[in-house]
Every structure is written in structure tokens, then in C-alpha cells.
């Protein structure tokens, strides 16, 4: 019986074309430019600053989760919830940066490693520590996000992006202070069973 015409190609072409190398596209740290009538110098200052933003997002993001695995004592039940109720909010607003730094023609950062060497959140130890001190590390760290954004903010007003003033105030900076807030009533030393 003859064998089909183009058999042997049909059969190749089912075949996953794996272990792939190629030269990167956009080198991080390079602008390719959409047409978002924004200039080029506007474009890269937002993505430094929206990269440095999204190292600390990332941070304070895995910090949540830590604490929220490794949370002890009586309030364990309603800290390992909340811890991971803003870890979930945290994962929002660093897929919610990124998309903004690829939007502008930047490249996001990605992976951990990157992450660490781009934080300026302190390291968090790999041990384990007491509530006070794991809701003060994650108040520090708050801070420092929305010191930092309320600057980058107000240049990117000054300089016309306006996407990114509005990202960073009415996603980022009222997310983390709403955050700070639920945080900080648990560090009030208030009775629990008898009123002073
Ligand atoms: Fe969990």
C-alpha cells in the first residue's frame, strides 16, 4: 500500500518542539515605545519607580504568607485569616503594578531573586516570631511602600502620567493604609476579659 503523501511531515509536525533557546526580545531596563502619547523620559522614570514599588509589593506580599503559616497564640485563628485575606490583596495589586510597567513599554521584574536584591524591606528572619513582632515587621513595611509611593505619585502627576498617579493612589496607597489599619488594632493593649 502506498504510503501517504506528506505522512512523515504530519507526524514531525505532531512533535513538541521543546528545549528551545533564543535571544531575549527587550532587554530589562529597555523601553520599547507604545503609542500612549506619553514621552519616552515620563515612561522609563514611572516603570524605575513602579519596579521598585512591585520589588516591595512582592516583599510585603510573602510576608503575609509567612506570617500566615507560622502565626502562634490565642489570636492564631483570626490572624492566620486576615494575614492571608491581605496577602490575597497584596498578590492583586503586584499583578496590578506589573501589567502598568509592561503597559508603559517596560519590562516588570519577576523573579525572587530579582525581588531580593531590589527590596529595601528589611529580611525578615527564616525563624519563627511572636504576633507583636511579626504585625510590627509588616506596619514597617507598609510604611516604607507608602512613604515611597506617595513620592512616586507626586511625579508622576508632575510629569503627566496619570495612570500611574491613579493607580498609586486609589489602588495602592488606600489598599496598604486600609491594611495598616486592621494591622495596627491588634498592637492595642486593650483588656480582654476585665475592663481597667
Ligand atoms: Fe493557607
Do not use: C
Not at 40 to 47: G, K, L, M, P, Y
Not at 126 to 154: F, N
Request: hydrophobic share 40%; charged share 25%.
Amino acid at each position: 500500500m502506498p504510503r501517504p503523501k506528506n505522512a512523515g511531515t504530519s507526524l514531525d509536525r505532531a512533535r513538541p518542539l521543546d528545549h528551545q533557546k533564543a535571544h531575549e526580545i527587550q532587554a530589562f531596563g529597555h523601553l520599547t515605545r507604545l503609542p500612549i502619547a506619553l514621552s519616552e523620559n515620563t515612561a522609563r522614570q514611572s516603570v524605575e519607580n513602579l519596579n521598585q514599588v512591585l520589588a516591595d509589593t512582592f516583599t510585603l506580599r510573602d510576608l503575609y504568607k509567612k506570617h500566615h503559616w507560622q502565626v502562634a497564640g490565642p489570636t492564631f485563628y483570626q490572624l492566620h485569616l486576615l494575614y492571608d485575606k491581605h496577602y490575597e490583596e497584596q498578590n492583586a495589586l503586584v499583578d496590578t503594578l506589573a501589567e502598568r510597567i509592561q503597559s508603559l513599554g517596560g519590562l516588570t521584574l519577576a523573579m525572587a531573586p530579582d525581588i531580593a536584591e531590589t527590596t529595601i524591606i528589611p529580611r525578615a528572619p527564616k525563624g519563627r516570631e511572636e504576633v507583636p513582632a511579626q504585625i510590627s515587621r509588616l506596619l514597617h513595611a507598609h510604611e516604607i511602600i507608602l512613604k515611597e509611593a506617595r513620592t512616586m505619585a507626586r511625579l508622576a502627576a508632575e510629569s503627566g502620567d496619570d495612570g500611574t498617579n491613579d493607580l498609586l493612589i486609589s489602588d495602592l496607597i488606600r489598599s496598604n493604609e486600609k491594611q495598616v489599619w486592621f494591622l495596627s488594632e491588634h498592637l492595642v493593649d486593650v483588656p480582654l476579659v476585665k475592663a481597667d
